[in-house]
């Protein structure tokens, strides 16, 4: 099976603008979660999503959103972007909720 | 708050010693504790999980322990080799189903 897919790999914006980045889980696979990745603080969850429904939300600001799709394909988008949102942004998906999660490749996300 | 605690943050060893990376978890309802390897530019993998209903789990070389009594696990690595140098999070599921990760242990495995 194909692994999780992140798209795009890289992104440059600028202070202000929004984002949304993609992931295509695992065929068969229902429960995708986004993570933020910095030097300084580590994996941080976002959100969790299984059949098109958030199950469970991080500590982020509202700027942060997702939605996941029928095909259990999901996005997250980020608006009014600031310095600090510069980050790797890691999606996982499992079988199901509470399930072994594996990881895509992430977004590289540089906030000019 | 729910928190999971690493240690080291850095551990360097000579190839062939072993290696041993503690986290300890706040919520002790907390039921799975997955170990992610992520080596440079690449995406974190899973290495080794134990569920809450088992002491050890053993795996070749790697191995993980958890002490809920204590709300400590450890993974153990033995025979390291060269390329078992990488970054290395610990994570624990709360009771809410979030996956909470440790802060990362850089691993260095000298030749």
């Known amino acids: 099976k194909a692994g999780v897919t992140q798209t795009p790999r890289y992104l440059i914006k600028t202070r202000g603008q929004q984002v949304t980045l993609s992931c295509s889980p695992i065929?068969?696979?229902?429960?995708v979660s986004w993570y933020q990745q910095t030097p300084g603080q580590g994996l941080q969850f976002l959100f969790e999503y299984f059949s098109e429904t958030q199950r469970n939300k991080g500590n982020f600001p509202g700027r942060f959103s997702g939605r996941q799709f029928s095909n259990s394909r999901s996005e997250m988008n980020v608006s009014t972007l600031e310095l600090g949102d510069s980050a790797l942004y890691l999606c996982a998906s499992s079988l199901i909720l509470e399930e072994t999660q594996y990881f895509g490749p992430g977004t590289r996300l540089l906030v000019l | 708050g729910e928190n999971v605690e690493q240690h080291p943050s850095t551990l360097s060893v000579q190839e062939g010693d072993s290696a041993v990376i503690k986290c300890t978890y706040s919520d002790s309802a907390s039921n799975y504790f997955p170990w992610y390897k992520q080596e440079l530019g690449k995406r974190p993998q899973l290495i080794i999980d134990i569920r809450s209903n088992v002491g050890e789990k053993k795996d070749q070389r790697i191995a993980v322990t958890l002490n809920k009594t204590a709300k400590h696990f450890s993974l153990h690595i033995t025979e390291t080799q060269p390329e078992d140098s990488a970054v290395y999070f610990c994570a624990a599921r709360n009771q809410g189903g979030k996956l909470i990760f440790g802060q990362g242990t850089e691993l260095s495995v000298k030749p």
């Open positions: 065929s068969g696979h229902r429960s």
